[in-house]
Every structure is written in C-alpha cells, then in structure tokens.
C-alpha cells in the first residue's frame, strides 16, 4: 500500500456526499448577524447548531474587554507559556476559574482538545490506567494515546460495566484515572457522575471530569453536571472548554492538586504551543463574569431547551433520552440524515449534521443546540421548519427572521 493509499476509504466516502449536491461538514458561514442569526449561502438563517449556549459570542461586556485587550496587548503572545506567553491576564484568568470552581490551582491551554491532551498524558503514563467512557469526546482518547497507559473502556454511562473493570484491577486502582464528561455531546445525556463519585471513592481511583458541553449550563451556578448533582468533591480535576458557553477558544483544569503547577514544567501540549491571544484572554474573562452575574441565563436556555425539545417529541422524532440543550433527532439511516438537514438549512435552520462513525451507535442524527440568546419566537420557527417537512404545515411568520 503507498503512503496515500490509507485516504481512499475518506476520499470516496467525500465524493459520495459531494455527489448528493451538499457538503455539510463545510458550510461557509457568509456572515454572523447575532449569537443565532447568519447568513449561509446566500439564505438568512437560525443558528440552531452551535455550542454558544449563553449566547455571549456578542456581549457588550465581552466584546469592550476583547477590544480593549487587543489594543493594549496587540493581537497574539507569539510564544510558549513557558517562554514570553505567559501574560498577567493569563494568571489572573486561571485564577479566577480555580475560584469560580472552588478549587486551588487553575492551568489554561490554548484549547480544550488540548487541555485533555496534556492532562492525560502527562497524568497517566506507562503502567497506569485510563478507565474511560465509551462515548467519551476524540480529545479524550487522543489523550489516552499519547499518555502510554493501558486504555479500558466501559460502556457508556453504565457504571455496573465500570465496577466490573474497577473490581478488576486489583491493586492496580490506585494508579487508575476514570475519565468521563459531564454532558455528552451527541445525544446531550447526562453522566450518573452519584454512583461514578460513589465507585471512585469506594475503588480508591481517581476522577476527571471534561465539563466542556456543562459548564454554564448545568448546577445552580453554571459549574456543570458535578456541581447539580452535588459531587464535586469526589471529582479530582475538571476540564473544560472556552469554546461553548464562554464564547471564546481555549481550555482548562481546575484541581486541588498541586501538581498542576508541575505540569507548567511536563505537560508537553501545554508548552509546546502558543498561549491564548489577549482579546480571547480578557473575553472569556469577561464571560465567566456574565456567567456569575447572570443566573437567569440558565433559566432562559433550559426554557428554550425544554420548549424544542418539547416540540420534536410531539412531533413524533426519536430524539436523545434527557431533555438538554442539546437536542439529538435521531433517524435510520445516513440519506434521510442528509436530506432532513438540507430540508432544515432550506427552511432557514442550520443545524449539525453527525454520521457515523461519528455517532453514539452508529445512528445518524441531527444535533440541535439551543442558546440563551435565542427568542421564544426563534425557538418556534426551528421546531416549525421540523414540521414543515414532516407533515407540510404551512410556517408560522416569523416577523424578522428572513
Ligand atoms: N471536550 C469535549 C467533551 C468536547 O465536546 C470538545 C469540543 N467539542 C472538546 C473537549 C474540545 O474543545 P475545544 O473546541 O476547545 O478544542
């Protein structure tokens, strides 16, 4: 086989979609309106499909921190964390997440793919053991991989299947890292992190939790599915994203374990890369800011999770099994998953398009997420285009969607 042989399987797999006329993994967004509204070929639409759960991408307060910071501190750090890319505000931001987790220690990466790259391989190495969900995100095994640790699987939020390989282990437990995230992003179901907590604490093993999809949207506080379920002790390091609810891009972990300042000096994808830029820095600042000042925000995007949600069951689609603000449409098969998202992107709706083997189960699905910024009216003209194509209704007027 030559080197560019392994391609084919990826290549005609491309041009089989092509051939359908649409390619909806590269949809270019012509211009962004508001935190739910773009322009896409030419087609005024709902944003339906993004991780912008608060809807902060347009804050004020967001954008002025932003601006300000681009202009006192230029447009990027040009270096390492490690070198000349360790910046006031990069501390104070670490700072103020391990506050807002109540943690002692806070470590920033400049994205959340690499904040598990570079908390896995370096926590977990030869000889240990990464316990880790099925369903867990392609950063986290990424992770696995480069750490060197012997990688066990159990079935996804199935913690009977995780006590049977904990039980397993023997001594080997101690030197054992279960990872799990909080809310999985592709049917937007919730880990049973009680009974997870339970089996940690009672296997003596340890616990990271990727909070990426909950942080902002889950606990009384925004501090994700831990925090609502009350186990945030038992959880050894938390991970996160800036990407989603914090509208920015970058990632972190929060712990009270030292040994995160160590990882300033071992933890390759944290020093081999540059550190955020400043306006990102000082935007996501100003988000957790929002966060903290603003709980009704959460009340306004589970309204909207609930009120979607709602809509499709009653419209008869097989949708994720918790209500959430991300909101799975599962169907049979790959074409009728194609031919739903081009009929919704007709209608004004952009949402995602997720085939296997990217799926939970090999299921086609389309995956709807709701923010806090969209309307009530919004949230009725995406549930309407579903209905429009399922049953030919006639569309509600939505004074200024198109
Ligand atoms: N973890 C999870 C669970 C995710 O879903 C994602 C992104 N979708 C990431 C990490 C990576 O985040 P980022 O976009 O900041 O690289």
Not at 62 to 91: I, M
Not at 150 to 173: M, Q, Y
Request: proline share 4%.
């Amino acid at each position: 086989m030559a080197l560019l042989d392994k391609f084919d399987n990826v290549r005609q797999q491309r041009e089989a979609l092509l051939a359908s006329g649409v390619d909806p993994f590269h949809v270019p967004v012509e211009a962004v309106h508001s935190a739910t509204r773009a322009r896409i070929d030419g087609r005024e639409v709902i944003l339906a499909g993004t991780n912008n759960y608060l809807g902060l991408t347009f804050d004020d307060q967001c954008h002025r921190a932003a601006r300000e910071a681009l202009a006192d501190q230029g447009t990027g750090t040009t270096g390492s964390p490690l070198a000349n890319g360790s910046y006031h505000d990069h501390r104070a931001l670490e700072a103020e997440l391990a506050g807002f987790f109540g943690r002692e220690q806070g470590l920033l990466f400049a994205t959340g793919y690499q904040a598990n790259l570079g908390m896995l391989a370096s926590l977990a190495g030869p000889g240990d053991v990464i316990l880790l969900d099925s369903d867990c995100h392609a950063s986290i095994y990424d992770g696995c991989q480069l750490s060197g640790a012997d990688i066990v699987r159990f079935r996804h939020n199935d913690p009977a299947s995780l006590e049977k390989r904990l039980r397993r282990l023997g001594d080997r437990v101690s030197r054992t890292l279960i990872v799990v995230e909080g809310l999985y992003s592709m049917l937007g179901d919730t880990a049973p992190l009680e009974r997870i907590a339970e089996l940690k604490r009672e296997y003596g093993a340890y616990l990271m939790v990727d909070e990426a999809h909950s942080l902002g949207v889950y606990g009384a506080t925004g501090r994700g599915v831990a925090e609502s379920l009350g186990v945030e002790a038992s959880v050894d390091f938390v991970v996160g994203t800036f990407s989603k609810s914090l509208a920015g891009v970058g990632g972190f972990c929060v712990s009270n374990y030292e040994v995160l300042e160590t990882l300033r000096y071992a933890s390759r994808p944290y020093i081999f890369t540059a550190s955020p830029a400043p306006s990102v820095v000082a935007g996501v600042r100003a988000a957790l800011g929002v966060l903290r000042q603003s709980p009704e925000l959460l009340d306004r995007l589970w309204a909207n999770a609930e009120a979607l949600y709602g809509a499709l069951d009653e419209l008869g689609y097989q949708l994720g099994p918790e209500v959430s603000p991300v909101i799975a449409v599962l169907v049979d098969t790959r074409d009728e998953a194609i031919a739903l998202w081009q009929g919704l992107l007709e209608q004004g709706v952009y949402a995602n398009l997720v085939l296997p083997p990217a799926t939970p189960e090999g299921k086609a699905l389309l995956r709807c997420s709701v923010s806090a910024a969209h309307t009530a009216e919004e949230i009725r003209w995406i549930s309407d285009g579903f209905a429009r194509l399922t049953t030919g209704r006639e569309p509600f007027a939505l004074a200024d969607a198109r």
